[in-house]
């Protein structure tokens, strides 16, 4: 079964760097792109940026453009998500979202991060 | 702000029928992009519910029903049950912004 499972999130401050991970598994990992989405404390889900199947592609929300750098390893079936300048406000859980066309059709459960001095 | 419109909240009694609106622009939904529609449960992770309009996953049943009109879409619930108590977001593309879209979510109660 289709599995992804966020990594790497904790508490950081502000100016700072972070690397989230998402470990897929059940599926053809290399032939699908894939995006990270947060979801800030009490809040609604916000898209932040999407990597096509073979990396050749990255786009991103205006919010984390310039700050952050999603990537992937097919060999490792591995996402990655390289956050710096970290904000107060990029203090949300994070989800890595399989797309299946432009829907998402598995999540992972999230990781937290907290931007915090 | 979201760039898609939904109410912030939605009631409904077991057994009754309720629906969610989900409002784009001519940039996303108005131009023909598809909405789909996802169901959080408190403390999970978002789940896809409804896919290219109204389309089912595999495992969601057809009390949940979505449809598309113009620039925007709704999603529909029959015969609610308690178990239907979530937030529900609805999602599609916007082509100004080069990305994926949320609505601000629709909390929905059971009474």
């Known amino acids: 079964q289709v599995q992804l499972v966020e990594s790497g999130g904790g508490v950081v401050q502000p100016g700072r760097s972070l690397r989230l991970s998402c470990a897929a598994s059940?599926?053809?990992?290399?032939?699908?792109?894939m995006h990270w989405v947060r979801q800030a404390p009490g809040k609604g889900l916000e898209w932040g940026a999407v990597?096509?199947?073979?990396?050749?592609?990255?786009y991103y929300a205006d919010s984390v453009k310039g700050r952050f750098t999603i990537s992937r390893d097919n060999s490792k079936n591995t996402l990655y998500l390289q956050m710096n300048s970290l904000r107060a406000e990029d203090t949300a859980v994070y989800y890595c979202?399989?797309?299946?066309?432009?829907?998402?059709?598995?999540w992972g459960q999230g990781t937290l991060v907290t931007v915090s001095s | 702000q979201s760039v898609l419109t939904q109410p912030p909240s939605v009631s409904g009694a077991p057994g009754q029928r309720v629906t969610i609106s989900c409002t784009g622009s001519?940039?996303?939904?108005?131009?023909?992009?598809?909405v789909h529609w996802y169901q959080q449960l408190p403390g999970t992770a978002p789940k896809l519910l409804i896919y290219?309009?109204?389309n089912w996953p595999s495992g969601v049943p057809d009390r949940f029903s979505g449809s598309k009109s113009g620039t925007s879409a709704s999603l529909a619930i029959t015969g609610l049950q308690a178990e239907d108590e979530a937030d529900y977001y609805c999602?599609?593309?916007?082509?100004?912004?080069?990305?994926?879209?949320f609505g601000g979510g629709t909390k929905l109660t059971v009474l």
């Open positions: 979202a399989r797309s299946d066309d432009d829907y998402f059709d598995f």
């Open positions: 059940g599926f053809n990992f290399s032939s699908y792109a």
């Open positions: 990597i096509l199947y073979d990396g050749s592609n990255q």
């Open positions: 001519s940039s996303n939904i108005g131009a023909g992009y598809d």
């Open positions: 290219a309009n109204s």
């Open positions: 999602q599609s593309y916007d082509s100004s912004l080069s990305g994926s879209v």
